[in-house]
C-alpha cells in the first residue's frame, strides 16, 4: 500500500512538473543555465519594433555545419530551434551595414567593443577560429556576451535576423556582472 502511494504521488508530480514546462514554454518563457547572460528565469517578448544596438534577444541558430561542429564540442545545447539547437540569449552590437573588425578584440565602425577579447583556445585547450571580419549584410545580425567565454558572432560571425524569435526579459536572474 504505501509504495503504491509513493509510486501516486512520484507520477503527479512528474505529470505536474511537465504540465508546468509545457506551460511556461507555451508562455515564452526560458531558463538560462549559460553565463552567456544572468542565470535564471526570461520571457521572450515579440519586437514591436526593429532591432536595434543593445537590444538582448533569444535567437535560433541555423542548422549549418560549423553550428554542429560547436554543439559537437559542448559549446551549444540541444533545443527546439529547427535544426534542434537551443536558441541565443545575446545581445546585438551590430546589425546590418555596419563593419566589423577582429583583431585580439572587436571593433565595430572603428570603435572596440568592450569585454570583446578574442580567445584562440577553449576551455578544453582546443583551437577556436575568430569570425574573419566584414560588413553585416543586410538581414544578419552580430551577437555578444561580454563573458570571455561565450560562443557568440566573434567566432561564427553574423547569423540571419530571421531566426529572431523576440527581446529577452529577465523575470528572476542571478546578478549579472
Known sequence: MRRRRITTVLGIAAVGTAALAMIGWIG????NLTSSA????WRIE????????????????PAAGVFKDAFD???LRR????????????????????????GEDVIIDGRPLAASRIRHKDGQGRAITAFGGGTVPPGYLFLHSSMA?????????????????????????????
Open 28 to 31: 515564452g518563457y526560458r531558463v
Open 38 to 41: 544572468a542565470i535564471g528565469l
Open 46 to 61: 515579440a519586437m514591436e519594433r526593429p532591432v536595434s544596438i543593445g537590444d538582448v534577444v533569444f535567437i535560433c541558430l
Open 73 to 75: 564540442r559542448g559549446y
Open 79 to 102: 533545443g527546439l530551434c529547427p535544426g534542434g539547437l537551443a536558441p541565443l540569449l545575446k545581445t546585438i552590437v551590430a546589425v546590418p551595414g555596419q563593419r566589423v573588425r577582429i
Open 149 to 177: 567565454n561565450s560562443y557568440d558572432s566573434r567566432y561564427f560571425g553574423p547569423i540571419p535576423a530571421a531566426g529572431l524569435l523576440g527581446r529577452a526579459s529577465p523575470i528572476i536572474t542571478t546578478f549579472y556582472p
